[in-house]
């Protein structure tokens, strides 16, 4: 009886102990959750509409961005009005490739719109950048120009990494010297002018710098691990202190922003080549604002 | 008795280990909060620097505008000398105006307008403005998720007693003039 007694006694104890890793594991998971959603804020990107709807409001609107991110292209041009021809497209496409071949690895967009819908230019340009995240991470070697047929507006989008290759006033130079062919609506040949003025910018400097790269939020990685790990051992030990009666019951509680959330450690830390195993937008690239506007 | 002492000891370790969590959480926001406000300081400071050789550059066409770069001078000594992120939103603000009043009264002088110099330090004018302004968005919307976690649980159970206060927004007090966007350049 003391034996059965003491059995008994330690299966409570060992209960008790679950139980408490539990909730410790699932306070880790709630921190990692916060964390997440802390990371998510200081990487402010507005959310993109599915393509579904990108493609309906594009097909509605003949061209006009208004306000929804559409999907990056392979190719990097984006041109939901077709407003450029099949050859048009093609030659920037090529040419997009040699800045990427001759800046290694530098990746430039091009978007192009009948209209911005009143969106400032400057903030429609930062929302595809930063959704499409050109250039690759870490090196941030991006850039994007936006051209608003209608508007009369254009803007180069400098990454953070090409900053110094590409300060403001060369930007401005750029976008100047494309505007005579943006005037007599030449938007191809503007656009390839662009990325070869760019490409001759950016190869003027040795290699772009590797700046900082992302924040370092390498201590609250554990948070997830020991998380998971302790409510498994703390569910396993609960289970069998309750003789094997599973009672599994998915935490209903918590932020519903972090429902569908992927877990910390989860993202690559740089994308593939496009092209290769699907394409999957920009290699990661910040922008922070930099480059030069105008009107046409 | 024995049981009871070590149930104890788990919860207290338990504990620990989960207000260090909290903790080491709010120690990364508010990090990542000052981090963007140094990011505004150097966006600030970088336009600041920019202001003399713009006025250098306007005052060789336009000398007797001299009310338009007084007010340019006292903005710029009042963002040098704030303190508080509302105070320097005041400056900056004060500064975009006076800045904008400078760009307009370029546009009487044909010869400033095509002044290579001129076009380029507006260029890195406008850039600078619109850096303010984005890095103005990123860190308000740090703030307003710092914010927002020191008052959820569990954090607003320690945030207070171990000093993380509410932080200021990155905007000019209401009724100091509307913050101005960056301007564009025409041709």
């Known amino acids: 009886m003391p034996e059965d007694n003491a059995k008994s006694r330690a299966s409570r104890r060992q209960g008790a102990i679950g139980k408490l890793l539990m909730a410790l594991g699932a306070g880790a998971i709630l921190q990692s959750c916060h964390t997440q959603t ?3 804020a200081a990487n402010i990107a507005p959310s993109s509409a599915s393509g579904a709807q990108v493609a309906a409001a594009a097909a509605q609107n003949g061209g006009a961005f208004t306000g929804a991110v559409p999907e990056l ?3 990097f041009v984006v041109d939901p009005g077709k407003i450029l021809d099949e050859a048009a497209r093609t030659a920037l496409t090529n040419e997009i490739a040699a800045l990427e071949a001759t800046t290694g690895g530098g990746q430039m967009g091009v978007a192009i719109f009948t209209t911005l ?10 929302r595809m950048a930063r959704t499409w995240k050109l250039g690759r991470s870490g090196a941030d070697d991006g850039a994007l120009l936006l051209v608003a047929t209608q508007d009369r507006e254009v803007r180069l989008e400098v990454g953070l990494g090409w900053e110094g290759a590409i300060p403001d006033s060369v930007a401005g130079d750029i976008i100047r010297s494309i505007s005579p062919e943006l005037k007599a609506g030449k938007w191809g040949e503007a656009a390839q ?13 040795p290699a772009p710098r590797r700046k900082g790269g992302p924040p370092d939020d390498s201590d609250s990685f554990p948070a997830m691990p020991l998380g998971m790990f302790s409510l498994f051992v703390g569910f396993a030990m609960w289970d069998s202190s309750r003789g094997g009666k599973r009672k599994l019951r998915r935490d209903g509680g918590g932020d519903a922003g972090t429902a569908g959330a992927p877990p910390i450690g989860a993202f690559p830390p740089s994308r593939p080549h496009h092209f290769r195993g699907g394409f999957h937008g920009g290699g990661g690239g910040r922008f922070g604002g930099g480059g030069a506007s105008g009107r046409f | 008795m024995k049981g009871n002492f070590s149930t104890v000891a788990v919860a207290a370790a338990v504990l620990a280990i989960a207000g260090c969590n909290v903790y080491n959480g709010l120690v990364n926001r508010s990090e990542g909060v000052d981090a963007a406000w140094s990011d505004i300081n150097t966006m600030l400071q970088r336009r600041a620097d920019l202001v003399p050789n713009l006025v250098a550059t306007v005052k060789g066409y336009a000398a007797h505008e001299n009310e338009v770069f007084t007010e340019i001078a006292e903005a710029r000594s009042k963002l040098a000398g704030a303190k508080t992120p509302s105070e320097s939103a005041a400056a900056d603000a004060a500064l975009s105006g006076a800045l904008g009043r400078l760009l307009a009264i370029s546009e009487a002088y044909p010869e400033l307008k095509a002044n290579e110099n001129f076009l380029r330090l507006q260029d890195e004018l406008s850039g600078t ?6 890095a103005r968005k990123d860190y308000n919307g740090l703030v307003k ?3 927002a976690s020191i008052r959820r649980l569990p954090a607003s159970l320690v945030a207070g007693p171990l000093g993380f206060d509410k932080k200021d927004y990155f905007e000019p007090p209401a009724g100091e003039g509307a913050v101005q966007t960056a301007p564009s350049v025409s041709f």
Do not use: F, K, T
């Not at chain 1, 002018?193 to 003027?204: H, I, K, L, M, P």
């Not at chain 2, 403005?129 to 984005?134: G, H, L, S, T, Y």
């Open chain 1, 38 to 40: 802390q990371n998510d």
């Open chain 1, 73 to 75: 292209e392979p190719g």
């Open chain 1, 117 to 126: 819908s009143g969106i400032p230019v400057e903030d429609a340009a930062l």
């Open chain 1, 193 to 205: 002018d662009a990325v070869r003025r760019v490409g001759a910018a950016v190869r003027g400097e």
């Open chain 2, 129 to 134: 403005e619109n850096r303010i302004a984005v």
């Open chain 2, 145 to 147: 998720a710092y914010n």
